[in-house]
């Protein structure tokens, strides 16, 4: 199994501030991609970065990739109170057609 | 227009009865997947489909029985409801297996009575 298991399982900040979640896997990755669920709806993809790849940004949003450490974090600057969500991230293998999360990290802003 | 849309949203139901939940995605995408998300919020995939084939069963009672009619439908009908079958639903697609981008549906919360 590929997945991903996220740490720590709830954070609690004040918007503004800067928001830090760490993911790990098992096994080998072709990349590792972040999503987010907000209450009640679908997930949402945020950001991939291939395995090859240290670090990526895409607004606020930094990413980066230790394969030696098998491990991902996010990181979300300057908080907003809609950024409260479940972040999860899944590690995507060579395993055909596997796609699986972990428990996600409960995210809450406040303002 | 709605990418990836599952019906019905909501369903409540007994146990020992058998419903189904529909997917279509509008986005030409060769794989479909359902996952279930248990009251944890642990999201774990149940089936996944590439051009209408099954390529991904795990460890899923046989009463789950999903059917891909075409590339834009993933169907799961689910028989003889237990409670533990109590759960949100997603389905999603993807252009690529596994490493792919996934687009999720917005879910369907069924109960088991």
């Known amino acids: 199994s590929q997945q991903g298991e996220e740490d720590p399982q709830a954070l609690s900040i004040q918007e503004g501030e800067n928001a830090t979640m760490n993911c790990s896997y098992k096994t080998s990755i072709n990349n590792l991609q972040w999503y987010r669920q907000n209450s009640g709806r679908g997930l949402v993809h945020l950001i991939l970065i291939r395995s090859n790849e240290r670090e990526k940004h895409s607004g606020r949003l930094r990413v980066t990739l230790d394969t030696s450490k098998k491990s991902s974090s996010l990181l979300i600057t300057a908080s907003r109170a809609a950024d409260t969500a479940s972040y999860f991230c899944?590690?995507?293998?060579?395993?055909?057609?596997?796609?699986?999360f972990g428990q996600g990290t409960i995210l809450t802003v406040h303002p | 227009d709605t990418a990836v849309s599952q019906t019905p949203k909501y369903l409540v139901t007994q146990m020992g009865n058998d419903k189904s939940i529909k997917c279509e995605q509008n986005l030409g995408h060769d794989t479909m997947y359902w996952y279930k998300q248990d009251s944890k919020k642990f999201l774990k995939i149940m089936f996944s489909y590439n051009n209408k084939e099954l390529i991904i069963n795990e460890t899923v009672p046989n009463r789950f029985s999903p059917k891909s009619p075409d590339k834009a439908h993933l169907n799961l009908h689910i028989n003889s409801l237990e409670l533990g079958d109590s759960a949100v639903y997603f389905c999603?697609?993807?252009?690529?297996?596994?490493?792919?981008?996934?687009?999720f549906g917005e879910g369907s919360r069924l109960t088991v009575l």
């Open positions: 999603a697609s993807s252009q690529v297996p596994d490493t792919g981008e996934l687009f």
């Open positions: 899944e590690a995507g293998g060579t395993s055909y057609g596997k796609l699986t």
